[in-house]
């Protein structure tokens, strides 16, 4: 409900004139700064984009690609991770390889069968979004850097419950969006961007937000922000970015590592009982595992809706349904799930 009425407030002031352009700023940069307190990084390494797959495109067209450049993804990617690298690849003229995935997982040995001294990008979810794998970015980041490229991040399924840092992972750049377990508004994001290689990401788009001297508003040559805000084209949607701040306020006073714990302690709930009934799950080891639950209950499109119509809310992805529970979840509340699956 914070969210909630933080949007609604806003609403409100601006139906009565109430507010300002500085107002406007401090909160985007509070929303910035959170950021690098929930996934570890700084201030200057983030950008606001209206959703994952922009902030995707803007590293992807961003980076420079020699005519013998490869760009490496898998097969389990949600298509806002691979229809841009299918598009770059083809509009550059380079190649796209895709890493063949087995019972839900694209572990690093089946990258490293991939990666060689030509591999410019390797991209992927550190959550994957139907099977619920988590990966070992950390020894992905190690494995491509050795050979000059770069590490990019779908964060969208990891944002939120994750006990993450994106800087010590080695992630190179990430994108993700609110909608999911961030718990804000649809249509709200970000890009990061590591300090370290801001020079070497060049925006296609610029627009009077990604430029210095913003409210200078006479024609002059213009300097491109050093930061990671050289990615903010034009105006934010700001009813949805007051919505996220708030998420983000939420979210920061419960621990990140409580947040993990609690979320995955769900998960591991509903696997022990999905075990004693006999549906089988994707079962990852332990460092592969996220709060994502991706199972095959019989009956899958009709149980789907009953457990819709009983106000429990799942997903069916890839012939699979996958349950998600967040760390706000309960016990009882895997319970009266597992009684619907029985």
């Known amino acids: 409900m914070?969210?909630?009425?933080?949007?609604?407030?806003y609403l409100d002031n601006r139906v009565n004139a109430k507010g300002n352009f500085q107002?406007?700023?401090?909160?985007?940069?509070?929303?910035?700064?959170?950021?690098?307190?929930?996934?570890?990084?700084?201030?200057?390494?983030?950008?606001?984009?209206?959703?994952?797959?922009?902030?995707?495109?803007m590293i992807g067209h961003g980076i420079e690609y020699s005519e013998d450049a490869n760009i490496v993804v898998c097969d389990l990617e949600f298509p806002a991770n691979y229809v841009p690298w299918q598009n770059i690849a083809k509009l550059k003229g380079i190649e796209l390889r895709v890493?063949?995935?087995?019972?839900?997982?694209?572990?690093?040995?089946?990258?490293?069968?991939?990666?060689?001294?030509?591999?410019?990008?390797?991209?992927?979810?550190?959550?994957?979004?139907?099977?619920?794998?988590?990966?070992?970015?950390?020894?992905?980041?190690?494995?491509?850097?050795?050979h000059g490229g770069y590490l990019v991040a779908d964060i969208i399924q990891a944002a939120g419950w994750a006990d993450i840092d994106l800087n010590k992972m080695g992630i190179d750049f990430?994108?993700?969006?609110?909608?999911?377990?961030?718990?804000?508004?649809?249509?709200?994001?970000?890009?990061?961007?590591?300090?370290?290689?801001?020079?070497?990401?060049?925006?296609?788009?610029?627009?009077?937000?990604?430029?210095?001297?913003?409210?200078?508003?006479?024609?002059?040559?213009?300097?491109?922000?050093?930061?990671?805000?050289?990615?903010?084209?034009?105006?934010?949607?700001?009813?949805?970015?007051?919505g996220f701040l708030k998420s983000l306020e939420v979210l920061l006073k419960i621990p990140n590592k409580d947040r993990e714990s609690a979320a995955v302690a769900n998960a591991d709930h509903l696997r022990k009982q999905l075990d004693e009934l006999g549906v089988s799950f994707y079962d990852f080891e332990k460092t592969h595992r996220s709060p994502?639950?991706?199972?095959?209950?019989?009956?899958?499109?009709?149980?789907h809706k009953k457990l819709t119509e009983a106000k429990i809310h799942c997903s069916v992805r890839n012939g699979r349904l996958r349950v998600?529970?967040?760390?706000?979840?309960?016990?009882?509340?895997?319970?009266?799930?597992?009684?619907?699956?029985?």
């Open 23 to 57: 107002e406007t700023k401090k909160s985007l940069g509070k929303i910035r700064e959170n950021l690098g307190i929930l996934l570890g990084g700084k201030f200057s390494e983030f950008g606001l984009v209206p959703n994952t797959s922009l902030g995707l495109n």
């Open 2 to 9: 914070a969210t909630i009425n933080a949007i609604k407030q």
């Open 324 to 342: 998600s529970p967040h760390f706000y979840n309960t016990f009882e509340e895997i319970d009266r799930l597992v009684e619907k699956i029985r």
């Open 99 to 146: 890493v063949k995935s087995e019972n839900g997982a694209a572990s690093i040995d089946k990258f490293k069968e991939k990666i060689d001294e030509n591999t410019r990008v390797v991209s992927v979810s550190l959550v994957q979004f139907a099977s619920g794998y988590r990966s070992d970015t950390k020894a992905l980041a190690d494995e491509v850097h050795k």
């Open 174 to 242: 990430a994108s993700a969006q609110a909608a999911k377990w961030l718990v804000g508004p649809i249509g709200v994001g970000f890009i990061y961007v590591n300090e370290k290689l801001l020079d070497t990401l060049t925006p296609k788009f610029l627009g009077w937000w990604s430029v210095k001297d913003q409210e200078e508003f006479s024609y002059f040559e213009r300097e491109i922000i050093s930061d990671a805000r050289k990615f903010e084209v034009g105006s934010p949607s700001m009813v949805s970015y007051v």
């Open 292 to 303: 994502i639950v991706s199972c095959t209950p019989p009956n899958i499109e009709d149980l």
